[in-house]
């Protein structure tokens, strides 16, 4: 059971960050590999998968996971961010 003492504490900037910020050094680097790096796109992963023998579909299906889910990442990173240490 929570005190009234320790949930006066609970919303705490500094307690929230002891969570918020590992999340965030541990998940960026991998966000970072998801999204694309060129002006091209997602086109050179496409065509490394290509190259090892991914057929068309499945390269563009692989791009496709990685996208959206690159863009939502980058948003729950910058929002929980933003809602920990913002105004």
């Not at 002891?18 to 091209?40: E, I, N, R, S």
């Not at 579909?57 to 996971?65: D, E, G, I, S």
């Amino acid at each position: 059971m929570i005190s009234a003492r320790s949930s006066r504490h609970f919303g705490s900037a500094g307690y929230a960050g002891f969570a918020v910020v590992p999340g965030c050094l541990l998940y960026t680097p991998l966000l970072a590999l998801a999204l694309p790096g060129a002006a091209g796109g997602y086109r050179h992963v496409r065509e490394d998968l290509g190259e090892i023998g991914a057929g068309r579909r499945v390269a563009r299906a692989a791009a496709w996971a990685a996208g959206p889910v690159a863009v939502l990442g980058v948003a729950a990173v910058l929002s929980s961010l933003v809602a920990t240490f913002g105004p």
